[in-house]
C-alpha cells in the first residue's frame, strides 16, 4: 500500500505539473511575454512546484534531511541529466543573456548556499544550520532575481502579438488557463504530501538516510516534470524554453524553496549534503562552459553531463 501511495503521489505531482504549466504558459501568452522570461519563469516555477512543495512538507515535518536533500539533489539532476538528455535529443541553444546572466546566477545561488550552511567553518559553532535570518537572505537574493526577470519582460514585450479577435475568446482562453493552474496546484500539494510520507516511511524500512530519499526517490521523482517539460520543448526546437525551465527552476529551488522552508522551520545541515552541493556549484560551472562553445549545448556535451550524472547517483548509493 505504501508504494501504491508513493506512486499515486508522483503521479500528482507530474500531472499536476503539467496541468500547471500548460495554464501558465496560456497566461503568459495572454500577457505576452517572450519564450525564455517563459521558461525562467513561469514553466521553471511550475515544474518547480513539485519539489517546492515536498521541501516545505518535508520542513513542517522536520525533516531538514530530506528538505535539503531534495533541493540539491533536484538541482543536480536537473542540471547534468535533464540537460543532458535533452542535448543528446536536441541540441541546446542558449541565448546571449542566459550565459551572461541567468547561469552566473545560478552560480551565485549555489554559492550563497555553501556559505550560509557553513556555521561550523565560518563561525566555530557546533552544528551547520540554515536559520531563518537565512532564509529571509535567499528570499531577498530570490526577489532581486524577480526584479530582474521582470524588468526584461516590461523591457521585451512582444509588439506584434495577434489580438484576440473577441472579448468573448479572451475571457475563455483566461477562465481555461486559470483553471488548468489551479487544479494542476492542487494536483501538486496533495501529491508533494504523498510523497514525502511515504518516502520517509520507505527509507526508515530500508535503513537508508533521509539525505539519501532526499538526493534520489524524491529529487528524481520531483524533477520528473522538468525532464518531460524540456524533452519537449527541444524536441519542437524551442530550446529558450527548455534551458530556461533548468537554470530558472534550479534558481527557484535554491533561493526560493530552501528560503521559505527554513522561515517554516531552521534546517539542520548534514556534514554530507556539502559533498553534494559541492556536485552542484562544479556542475553549474561545466554548463556555462559547455554554453560558452558555440553558445549551444551539444550532443557529446549533453553525453558527458548524463555520465556524470550517474556515475554521482552510483556514489552517493554506495556512501549510503
Known amino acids: ?153 516590461r523591457n521585451s514585450r512582444d509588439k506584434d502579438f495577434d489580438e484576440m479577435t473577441t472579448d468573448a475568446s479572451i475571457e475563455q482562453s483566461w477562465t481555461r488557463s486559470l483553471l488548468k493552474t489551479v487544479v494542476g496546484l492542487g494536483a501538486i500539494v496533495f501529491g508533494g504530501f504523498l510523497v514525502v510520507e511515504n518516502s520517509t516511511i520507505i527509507a526508515y524500512i530500508f535503513g537508508l538516510s533521509e539525505t539519501l530519499v532526499g538526493l534520489t526517490i524524491v529529487a528524481i521523482g520531483g524533477s520528473l516534470p522538468e525532464l518531460v517539460i524540456s524533452v519537449t520543448a527541444a524536441l519542437k526546437k524551442q530550446s529558450e524554453i527548455a534551458l530556461g525551465n533548468i537554470v530558472g527552476s534550479s534558481i527557484f529551488n535554491i533561493l526560493f524553496v530552501l528560503g521559505v522552508a527554513s522561515m517554516i522551520t531552521p534546517l539542520l545541515v548534514d556534514y554530507k549534503i556539502f559533498f553534494d552541493a559541492s556536485v552542484m556549484l562544479m ?30 547517483l552510483v556514489y552517493i548509493i554506495y556512501r549510503n
Open 1 to 153: 500500500m505504501i508504494y501504491l501511495l508513493l506512486f499515486v503521489g508522483f503521479a500528482l505531482l507530474i500531472k499536476g505539473a503539467d496541468y500547471f504549466v500548460d495554464g501558465s504558459a496560456n497566461i503568459a501568452k495572454l500577457l505576452r511575454v517572450p519564450p525564455l522570461l517563459v521558461g525562467l519563469t513561469i514553466v521553471a516555477f511550475g515544474t518547480g512546484a513539485p519539489e517546492a512543495t515536498v521541501s516545505f512538507i518535508a520542513a513542517y515535518e522536520d525533516s531538514s534531511d530530506l528538505t535539503i536533500g531534495n533541493v540539491v539533489g533536484s538541482n543536480i539532476l536537473n542540471i547534468a541529466l535533464v540537460v543532458g538528455v535533452t542535448a543528446i535529443i536536441f541540441p541546446l541553444k542558449v541565448e546571449r543573456a542566459t550565459i551572461k546572466k541567468e547561469i552566473p546566477f545560478t552560480f551565485l545561488a549555489s554559492i550563497v548556499l555553501l556559505v550560509l550552511m557553513s556555521d561550523q567553518y565560518l563561525q566555530g559553532t557546533s552544528i551547520n544550520m540554515i536559520t531563518r535570518s537565512d532564509g529571509i537572505i535567499f528570499l531577498l537574493f530570490f526577489s532581486i532575481f524577480l526584479y530582474y526577470v521582470f524588468e526584461a519582460a
Open 283 to 312: 556542475l553549474t560551472v561545466l554548463l556555462f562552459i559547455f554554453s560558452k562553445t558555440k553558445s549551444t549545448v551539444g550532443k557529446l556535451e549533453g553525453l558527458a553531463l548524463t555520465i556524470v550524472y550517474i556515475s554521482y
